[in-house]
């Protein structure tokens, strides 16, 4: 009897001072993303986060065939350097690259700035201003510092889990089992596929932001979604169960910022 006593006071005591640590966790680490002043709880030093990125980039282009139309990419890096100068972080070490995959219509901007664009995602932005909606996109993220979001996210959700196993007072390791898998589905739907698919939203709203900066006109933003959304050949998969948002809301999210701001011009490059 005393000994379970005990234990639950160990128990009590290990779960207020894991809610303790996680309330000077937030304190400490709670930011402000750029543009939509949302607020963040980021837990990864920027100097790491800058490493991590500086150290996939370079695995990137050692493994990637990197495209020598000199054209395309003196294109790239000029609305990259436009985009990235409206973005005011001078620390960052900005580097454009270009990757020959026609069959990936995509990009990416890692940590510090680091830019790569597929070469498949060409036909989809068409022209300078469709290519600074794409590039704006990536920045927002990388300004936004929502790879060290998620990152911190995840590990919230880990500690979530260790408490779990503490709090539960279970002794079969078959149900302990069964407690962990759905506390991790639960996070994983719950928590961090939503969060992942409005950070993707706020990367489109900072770049329309990012793309007005640079003198783009906005509408190009729309104007690719449209395109991407025709030539999508794939099931997009169910909102729930996806990282990011379908093309509709993309699409309507960008039209409300458009309207609200006042664009109502035709696009140019």
């Not at 030093?45 to 991590?52: G, R, Y």
């Not at 007005?212 to 169910?238: C, H, T, V």
Request: a positive charge.
């Amino acid at each position: 009897m005393i000994r379970a006593l005990q234990s639950r006071s160990t128990i009590r005591l290990l779960q207020r001072t894991l809610i303790f640590l996680l309330l000077i966790l937030f304190i400490v680490s709670c930011k402000e993303a750029p543009e939509t002043e949302r607020k963040q709880l980021i837990l990864i030093p920027e100097s790491v986060e800058l490493q991590m990125g500086e150290d996939a980039f370079k695995k990137i282009k050692k493994e990637s065939r990197l495209s020598t139309n000199q054209t395309l990419i003196n294109q790239v890096k000029k609305v990259g350097n436009r985009i990235a100068g409206a973005s005011n972080r001078t620390d960052y070490t900005w580097e454009f690259i270009v990757i020959e995959d026609d069959s990936t219509a995509n990009a990416f901007c890692l940590p510090g700035g680091k830019i790569g664009i597929y070469t498949g995602i060409l036909p989809y932005t068409k022209d300078e201003t469709g290519l600074a909606a794409v590039i704006g996109h990536e920045v927002g993220h990388a300004i936004a510092r929502h790879g060290a979001e998620r990152m911190s996210t995840a590990l919230v959700a880990k500690v979530g889990q260790i408490a779990l196993n503490l709090i539960v007072d279970v002794d079969d390791p078959m149900v302990l089992e069964a407690l962990n898998q759905a506390y991790g589905l639960g996070t994983e739907i719950g928590v961090i596929l939503p969060f992942s698919r409005k950070q993707e939203l706020e990367a489109d709203r900072i770049g329309v932001g990012l793309m007005e900066k640079a003198e783009y006109n906005p509408i190009g933003a729309l104007e690719f979604w449209k395109r991407m959304k025709q030539g999508r050949k794939e099931k997009q998969p169910m909102v729930y169960l996806s990282t990011h948002p379908v093309d509709e809301k993309r699409i309507e999210e960008i039209k409300i910022l458009l309207q609200n701001r006042g664009n109502k011009k035709p696009s140019s490059s």
